[in-house]
Nanobody
Protein backbone atom coordinates (compact mmCIF):
# COMPACT_ATOMS: atom_id res chain seq x y z
CA UNK A 1 0.00 0.00 0.00
CA UNK A 2 0.92 3.66 -0.29
CA UNK A 3 1.67 5.80 2.73
CA UNK A 4 1.48 9.58 2.40
CA UNK A 5 2.68 12.42 4.58
CA UNK A 6 2.03 16.12 4.03
CA UNK A 7 4.36 18.90 5.08
CA UNK A 8 4.83 22.59 4.44
CA UNK A 9 1.69 24.01 5.99
CA UNK A 10 1.66 27.07 8.16
CA UNK A 11 0.48 30.63 8.60
CA UNK A 12 0.74 33.11 5.76
CA UNK A 13 -0.76 36.52 5.09
CA UNK A 14 -3.12 37.17 2.18
CA UNK A 15 -1.26 37.42 -1.10
CA UNK A 16 1.54 35.25 0.17
CA UNK A 17 2.76 31.86 -0.99
CA UNK A 18 3.18 28.43 0.50
CA UNK A 19 4.40 25.13 -0.90
CA UNK A 20 3.01 21.85 0.32
CA UNK A 21 4.78 18.53 -0.11
CA UNK A 22 3.31 15.05 -0.16
CA UNK A 23 5.94 12.39 0.46
CA UNK A 24 5.00 8.87 -0.58
CA UNK A 25 6.39 5.53 0.46
CA UNK A 26 6.87 4.49 -3.15
CA UNK A 27 7.18 5.85 -6.66
CA UNK A 28 3.83 7.38 -7.59
CA UNK A 29 3.85 7.31 -11.38
CA UNK A 30 0.96 4.83 -11.68
CA UNK A 31 -1.15 6.65 -9.11
CA UNK A 32 -3.23 9.78 -9.41
CA UNK A 33 -2.48 12.16 -6.56
CA UNK A 34 -5.07 14.65 -5.42
CA UNK A 35 -4.97 17.57 -3.05
CA UNK A 36 -8.12 18.17 -1.02
CA UNK A 37 -8.94 20.70 1.64
CA UNK A 38 -11.55 21.10 4.31
CA UNK A 39 -12.47 24.18 6.30
CA UNK A 40 -14.85 24.35 9.28
CA UNK A 41 -18.45 24.31 8.11
CA UNK A 42 -17.55 23.38 4.56
CA UNK A 43 -17.47 20.17 2.59
CA UNK A 44 -14.19 18.67 1.56
CA UNK A 45 -13.09 20.24 -1.70
CA UNK A 46 -10.83 18.85 -4.37
CA UNK A 47 -8.38 21.59 -5.29
CA UNK A 48 -5.96 19.84 -7.62
CA UNK A 49 -5.06 16.46 -9.05
CA UNK A 50 -2.35 14.95 -11.20
CA UNK A 51 -3.15 11.75 -13.06
CA UNK A 52 -1.02 8.65 -13.11
CA UNK A 53 1.09 7.84 -16.19
CA UNK A 54 -0.11 10.77 -18.31
CA UNK A 55 0.60 13.42 -15.71
CA UNK A 56 -2.47 15.43 -16.72
CA UNK A 57 -3.26 18.12 -14.16
CA UNK A 58 -6.56 19.51 -12.94
CA UNK A 59 -7.57 22.42 -10.75
CA UNK A 60 -10.74 23.64 -9.14
CA UNK A 61 -12.07 26.95 -10.38
CA UNK A 62 -11.33 28.51 -7.01
CA UNK A 63 -7.58 27.91 -7.27
CA UNK A 64 -6.94 27.85 -11.00
CA UNK A 65 -4.19 30.25 -11.96
CA UNK A 66 -2.90 30.45 -8.39
CA UNK A 67 -1.98 26.85 -7.51
CA UNK A 68 0.35 24.47 -9.34
CA UNK A 69 0.64 20.74 -8.80
CA UNK A 70 3.77 18.84 -9.75
CA UNK A 71 5.54 15.60 -9.00
CA UNK A 72 9.15 14.55 -8.57
CA UNK A 73 9.54 10.80 -8.17
CA UNK A 74 7.95 9.91 -4.82
CA UNK A 75 6.97 13.46 -3.88
CA UNK A 76 4.06 15.56 -5.09
CA UNK A 77 3.99 19.31 -4.54
CA UNK A 78 1.31 21.95 -4.42
CA UNK A 79 2.65 25.45 -4.96
CA UNK A 80 0.11 27.94 -3.67
CA UNK A 81 0.42 31.57 -4.68
CA UNK A 82 -1.74 34.64 -4.14
CA UNK A 83 -3.32 33.01 -1.13
CA UNK A 84 -6.68 34.22 0.12
CA UNK A 85 -8.32 33.85 3.54
CA UNK A 86 -10.82 31.44 1.99
CA UNK A 87 -7.92 29.11 1.20
CA UNK A 88 -7.64 28.40 4.91
CA UNK A 89 -8.18 24.78 5.86
CA UNK A 90 -6.62 21.41 6.39
CA UNK A 91 -5.00 20.17 3.22
CA UNK A 92 -4.77 16.47 2.47
CA UNK A 93 -3.01 14.57 -0.25
CA UNK A 94 -4.52 11.32 -1.43
CA UNK A 95 -3.69 8.59 -3.92
CA UNK A 96 -5.72 6.36 -6.19
CA UNK A 97 -4.69 4.02 -8.95
CA UNK A 98 -5.04 5.47 -12.42
CA UNK A 99 -6.59 8.80 -13.27
CA UNK A 100 -8.16 11.77 -11.58
CA UNK A 101 -11.95 11.82 -11.34
CA UNK A 102 -13.57 14.90 -12.87
CA UNK A 103 -17.34 15.09 -12.62
CA UNK A 104 -20.30 17.29 -13.42
CA UNK A 105 -20.74 20.44 -15.49
CA UNK A 106 -18.33 22.32 -13.23
CA UNK A 107 -15.70 19.61 -13.65
CA UNK A 108 -15.37 19.06 -9.93
CA UNK A 109 -12.42 17.02 -8.71
CA UNK A 110 -13.94 14.02 -6.98
CA UNK A 111 -12.52 12.08 -4.05
CA UNK A 112 -14.04 8.74 -5.03
CA UNK A 113 -11.75 5.70 -4.82
CA UNK A 114 -8.85 7.54 -3.26
CA UNK A 115 -7.65 4.70 -1.08
CA UNK A 116 -4.71 6.35 0.63
CA UNK A 117 -4.71 9.61 2.57
CA UNK A 118 -2.20 11.63 4.50
CA UNK A 119 -2.91 13.05 7.93
CA UNK A 120 -3.35 16.60 6.67
CA UNK A 121 -1.52 19.89 6.97
CA UNK A 122 -3.03 23.09 8.34
CA UNK A 123 -2.90 26.13 6.10
CA UNK A 124 -4.01 29.42 7.59
CA UNK A 125 -4.23 32.59 5.52
CA UNK A 126 -4.79 35.60 7.73
CA UNK A 127 -3.57 39.14 8.23
Amino acid sequence: QVQLEESGGGLVQPGGSLKLSCAASRFLDIYAIGWFRQAPGKEREGVSCISGSTGATHYSDSVKGRFTISRDNATVYLQMNSLKPEDTGVYYCAARFGHCIITGPTRRIGDVHFDYWGHGAQVTVSS
